[in-house]
């Protein structure tokens, strides 16, 4: 590991060297920390995917008779379908994973690691649930292609943060103050319903969440390097767990805007 990961990461997140371990030691440990973080949010992935998927299966019908609803493009919905995606139901849906993020903000310190892990698990599965949606506007085959360019795009954009000897450090203000625009300005669209802004705020949404990718992924490693040794095994697993959070959130954004802006619908 090169002498500007470690001194120039020690400024750039307020961090002192006072003292580190031997660099075998700290590299070992460092990878076990990263894979345990990708590792998280592989499996988290893998829950919203399947929820997202369920929540389709239970939410639609070819049967007449079962039909609650009809939408626009022909699909038929059962009762399940229509409360969660119809009905006032539909913002706790929305807005419930919200909540969760929130609660992990405020409450991680106070969390075990397997009730963080825990709520994490449940976190990903609401999330899946309001994904499900998904289905109803895009192709099967588009979601999956999409899926597959997120992917890669996020594993390029992840190596890129973790390697780079570039401080990446100073994005971080304008990439929150571009997140904060995207949110608000589609909050703005639910009620506008315009195609060319939301073109927009997907572009633009594309963009800011691949810089926080990179961001995250320097900032997760400069965070071990530097403060490994201040934090037992329970904090060093809670922090893989927000870490996976963060990564996890990226991915997921990146990938509705890029389906918006790439996805084949209905």
Known sequence: MSDFDRNSAAARWGRTTTHRAGTAVIDQGLRAYMLHIYNYMALALAITGFAALGTFMLSVTD?????????????????????????????????????????????????SPSTA???????????????????????????????????VAFGAL??????????????????????????????VNIFLKSSAMQFVIASVGVLVFAGLTAWD????????????????????????????????LNFVNIFVMLLQLLGDRR
């Open 63 to 111: 049967d007449k008779s079962l039909a609650a609803a009809t939408l626009a493009n022909g699909m038929m919905l059962t009762s399940f379908g229509q409360a969660v995606f119809l009905s006032p139901l539909k913002w706790v849906v929305m807005l419930l994973p919200l909540g969760f993020v929130f609660l992990f903000g405020f409450k991680i310190n106070s969390m």
């Open 158 to 187: 992840s190596l890129w943060g973790y390697t780079t000897q570039r401080d990446i450090s100073g994005w971080g203000s304008f990439l929150f103050m571009g997140l904060i625009g995207v949110v608000l300005a589609g909050l």
């Open 217 to 248: 992924t320097q900032r997760l490693k400069s965070e071990y390097i530097y403060g490994s040794g201040s934090m037992d095994g329970a904090t060093m697993q809670k922090s893989a767990i927000m870490g996976a959070l963060s990564l996890y």
């Open 117 to 151: 892990q825990v709520v994490f698990w449940i976190f990903a599965a609401l999330m899946g649930v309001s994904l499900g949606s998904i289905f109803f506007v895009f192709t099967s085959m588009s979601i999956v292609r999409v899926f597959f360019i997120t992917s």
